[in-house]
């Protein structure tokens, strides 16, 4: 029964954690660092001039995702649909309207919508490589939490399936493969230490069924610790995203510093906040974000509706 708690508190900790720091970023999207006053708390502003505590495409299509996951199964498809619902109709938007859908989502959904097939919609090249798959990624880890550590490639395959839709490169797809099987550890209770070490078991193990690309296979085997800003970016290609948001987690000591080293990065900081959210708050758990932040979420409903929707399915630990 503990355990069983202490794994709620983990669940909903990422997906959380990844709203919170969307919001907390979203003020200071596409600013370079050092050119803000740093982030402390929710404000008001950004490229779409929201409220504080407000949210992006970054939460909307986790939530997407999360119904997906609990109403339809494993189901492209159907993930990809209630993509097209909130660019087209405004579903799982803070406001009612997408505003914000980038580049690559729109034009790999406009390619869903022709042909009705989301396996083949996503860019496949190399340089459409962003961030738009990871950003979103925590309801598969969530759902299929049962599965670590035996099926942990069964784990990775479906958050590598789960980038199709949208991102397709090789890299995004090893992106998500890579952050599920990191997420999942956490998900169980695993210390940090051990689910970023380069010699983690389950990596090993995910390195020897289907190689990680290149890029994201350095990620994984540390880069994060090495490197320091400015070559740590809140860049909007995957692989730096990645990274700086390992770097924001990896040595902070709370869920509050982890995010806000996150989204001081500036640039693509909603996403760096959002990604670095899902690994704190499957670390710390919803328990461990400042209640501030919690009350704070704008639309708080909307969230709770997916969050339960999603953890209807989650068998015991
Ligand atoms: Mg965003």
């Known amino acids: 029964m503990g355990e069983r708690v202490l794994q709620l508190d983990r669940l909903r900790g990422a997906l959380i954690g990844l709203a919170v720091g969307d919001a907390l970023g979203a003020a200071v999207e596409f600013q370079p660092p050092g050119t803000f006053k740093p982030v402390t708390d929710y404000r008001a502003g950004g490229p779409h001039g929201l409220s504080p505590g407000e949210w992006t495409d970054d939460t909307s299509m986790a939530l997407a995702l999360a119904d997906s996951l609990a109403n339809a199964g ?8 209630r993509y097209v619902r909130w660019w087209q109709q405004g579903d799982y938007s803070v406001v009612d309207r997408c505003f ?9 959904l406009s390619r869903f919508m022709e042909h009705g097939d989301a396996r083949r919609s996503g860019d496949t090249a190399e340089h459409a490589s962003g961030n738009g798959s990871i950003m979103r990624l925590a309801p598969v880890p969530m759902r299929y939490v049962a599965m670590f550590p035996d099926d942990v490639e069964k784990v990775a395959l479906l958050a590598d399936e789960s980038s ?9 797809r090893s992106a998500c ?3 599920a099987v990191v997420l999942a550890g956490l998900m169980h209770g695993l210390d940090r230490d051990e689910v970023l070490a380069a010699d983690w078991k389950p990596l090993r193990r995910l390195q020897q069924s289907t190689p990680l690309h290149p890029a994201v296979a350095e990620v994984a085997a540390g880069s994060f610790r090495r490197r320091e800003p400015p ?4 860049s909007g290609w995957v692989v730096r995203s990645l990274e700086a948001a390992l770097w924001a987690f990896y040595r902070a000591k709370s869920f509050e510093e982890a995010v806000l080293a996150a989204v001081n990065l500036g640039d693509d900081a909603d996403t ?6 899902q690994f704190a708050g499957a670390y710390w758990g919803e328990s461990g974000i400042p209640q501030r932040w919690r009350d704070g979420l704008a639309r708080r409903e909307l969230i709770e509706r997916s969050l339960a929707n999603c953890l209807r399915h989650v068998g015991p630990p």
């Open 164 to 172: 199709l839709p949208t991102h397709a490169s090789e890299q995004c």
């Open 272 to 277: 760096t906040g959002a990604v670095c959210g």
């Open 231 to 234: 070559e740590i970016k809140g």
């Open 177 to 179: 493969r890579y952050m």
């Open 100 to 108: 914000d859908i980038g580049n690559a989502t729109r034009a790999a």
């Open 74 to 81: 494993w189901d492209l498809n159907d993930q990809a649909h």
